[in-house]
């Protein structure tokens, strides 16, 4: 029989015991080709842009728009109180709730993209995150930066339309947006660093409006954000909670561990109390008390009450719902305001 071509291969390897290298090496080769070669699989529409552009777009998470939601809400509530205390037209309204919705979405990506610049070497140890755009390579750190500069650009763009009091206020939290990602390295509360920065708009939305802050209502406003910050930010941190601790990454998640679900219902009792507290000293009617409070309570008790927080995929379903929490507290916010409309013969 004469031999066959696998066999003369592998036979001057077997002969100098080098069989396991050239094997292993010849893999090694494979898998380097196919890293440069094959593009990431994003699992959603992303999927269907030209390769050049679809990291970028994952860069700024626009297939999931829950952060989006979660930065917005914030200025929506602040933006429609102001309107309900101050008697202002429903077309002011109408266009600050623009404005701040296309603000929201650019500095919602602008945030994606200092975090993941921070974060690159800690992104792609996690199973969850490996696969973003800086972590795996598909954008380089340079033209990460370059984009960051297009982002605040345009950022910049929507703030000048503003006041210039709120043209100060807005660019002074850049500072909290810009250390965030740096806090979970050193603190395991860097959810209190995220919840000062993703409500700030619960003092922009106001100042707005008005050229001021009333610190009356917006003060218990953005303190309340903050404790619901907590809430889901710590349920979102359980998702990467055994990663976290194989690398050494900090969050709430790990620190209140077991007694995650105690604490989270005195965050979530915080919210609904400071909501309450903003409501009463802004002159909120039946219906914000109806939706605004005790509907975000009944929401939040659901979460508390059946989350799991050993089960990631249940976690993320939890976190993502928290958009509806933000939306039941706008809705009472409306809902008083066409109410009182509607008792003064306005509608």
């Known amino acids: ?31 380097k080709k196919e890293d440069v070669t094959a593009p990431i699989k994003y699992n959603s529409w992303l999927d ?6 679809s990291p970028y777009v994952y860069l700024t998470r626009m297939d999931k728009p829950i952060g989006t939601w979660l930065l917005y809400w914030p200025c929506a509530w602040s933006i429609s109180m102001a309107s309900y205390a101050n008697n202002l037209p429903l077309s002011q309204s109408v266009y600050m709730l623009g404005l701040f919705g296309a603000g929201a979405i650019i500095m919602r990506g602008a945030g994606c993209t200092i975090n993941d610049l921070w974060d690159r070497d800690i992104d ?36 000048t339309q503003l006041n210039t009091y709120s043209i100060l206020l807005g660019a002074s939290s850049l500072s909290l947006v810009v250390t965030y990602p740096l806090m979970k390295r050193i603190t395991y509360w860097p959810q209190v660093v995220l919840g000062l920065a993703f409500n ?19 003060g218990p406003l953005y303190a309340g954000g903050v404790a ?6 710590t349920i979102y941190a359980h998702q990467d909670k055994k990663d976290d601790v194989k690398i050494g990454v900090k969050s709430t998640a790990l620190r209140f561990g077991e007694n995650t679900n105690k604490w989270l219902t005195l965050f979530s009792g915080s919210f609904v109390s400071m909501t309450a507290l903003a409501g009463y000293m802004n002159g909120q009617g039946l219906p914000f008390y109806t939706l605004s409070v005790f509907g975000t309570a009944a929401h939040l008790a659901w979460q508390l009450r059946t989350v799991d927080y050993n ?14 929490t933000g939306a039941l507290l706008w809705s009472g916010i409306v809902a ?12």
């Open 1 to 31: 029989h004469s031999p066959s071509l696998r066999s003369l291969i592998q036979k001057p390897a077997v002969s100098l015991g080098l069989k396991q290298h050239y094997t292993q090496k010849a893999q090694v080769v494979v898998e």
């Open 48 to 53: 269907r842009l030209p390769p050049k552009l």
């Open 124 to 159: 792609d140890k996690v199973e969850r995150t490996k696969v973003r755009p800086i972590a795996s390579g598909a954008i380089t750190p340079k033209q990460g930066i370059a984009f960051l500069g297009l982002q605040l650009s345009a950022g910049l763009a929507i703030l």
């Open 200 to 218: 700030w708009g619960a003092l922009l939305g106001w100042s707005a409006m008005t050229g001021a802050c009333d610190l009356s209502v917006v």
């Open 228 to 233: 619901w910050t907590l809430v889901y930010d």
């Open 311 to 324: 089960n990631p995929a249940d976690c993320w379903k939890k976190f993502k719902s928290n958009t509806w």
């Open 336 to 347: 008083d305001s066409m109410y009182a409309s509607m008792q003064t013969g306005a509608i």
